[in-house]
């Protein structure tokens, strides 16, 4: 099994619709892995935006590990 790590960042604020990121197309072995790196990742995202958008937008991530299928 493989893992892909899909992320989108989201506001609280109404009318507003998450949006994906484009994180790097990284294969994971293990679901753990991937989960690991989603949380790591969200707050790298985070720390890069400036509290003020954060703030108002009430900005968050969001990131799912989906299994692949191998062929």
Known sequence: MKFLM???ICSY???NE???IQPLITYFNTY???AIH????STNILKK???TFI???RAYTV???KEITQT
Do not use: K, Q, W
């Open 6 to 8: 899909v992320m989108f």
């Open 13 to 15: 604020v109404e009318g």
């Open 18 to 20: 998450c949006r994906p």
């Open 32 to 34: 753990s892995e991937c």
């Open 38 to 41: 989603g949380y790591e990742y």
């Open 49 to 51: 935006f400036d509290s």
């Open 55 to 57: 703030n108002t937008y």
């Open 63 to 65: 990131f799912n590990c």
